[in-house]
């Protein structure tokens, strides 16, 4: 018995397949299901709801489409579907796609991401945070509310964990949150936020 590996797929490729279809995104060529549950769902759709609620009280000029690839320039066979995005409207029209399909070039578009942890927990934790930062995203949030990663992301014993990375200097500096804490964002000053409240019982 031979092996043969997945075909991989170029960007425009995906696009033409997938790029209606929000289970799935590209790294480097290779198809990932991201395997969305309802109660991954549900924590994504609370976390948008309380962004969504924050920047209309602020009055800040972003919106939080619902669904959205962002194309990374330096990454040729990638396209990445975060759970939560928050743009910059005054950005969009700087955008090459972005009247055709939702599809972001720009890190300068983006204000923050945030990825609700499943079982591919090594993207959201290692390569996201690496293409995040290279976009210059001010905030990716990662929200492990079922402790999924592994150890050295988020200690043992394994528990619910909300990371905030905020970038500085290009490079993001992480701070954890576990139940109870009450989280705190740079970029949305004044949301309140616990972990505890996103989780889907």
Known sequence: ?????????????????????????????????????????????????????????????????????????????????????????????????????????????IQLVAEVVSTNWQDDYARKVEEYAFLNIPEYWIVDFRGLGGLQFIGNPKQPTFTICKLVNGVYQQQQYRLGDPISSALLPNLQLKLDDIMHN
């Not at 309380?50 to 690839?69: A, D, G, Q």
């Not at 700087?94 to 939702?102: A, D, G, R, S």
Request: charged share 25%; net charge negative.
């Open 1 to 109: 018995m031979t092996y043969t590996p997945p075909k991989l797929l170029t960007f425009d490729e995906f696009i033409a397949q997938y790029s209606d279809n929000t289970r799935y995104e590209l790294i480097d060529g290779e198809l990932r299901d991201m395997e969305p549950t309802g109660s991954h769902e549900a924590v994504a759709g609370s976390i948008a709801g309380r962004i969504y609620v924050e920047i209309f009280s602020s009055n800040f000029n972003w919106l939080v489409p619902k669904t959205c690839l962002i194309k990374p320039p330096a990454a040729e066979a990638t396209a990445l579907r975060p759970d939560v995005i928050v743009l910059d409207k005054a950005e969009l029209s700087k955008e090459p796609l972005w009247q055709k399909e939702t599809i972001i070039c720009n890190g300068s578009t």
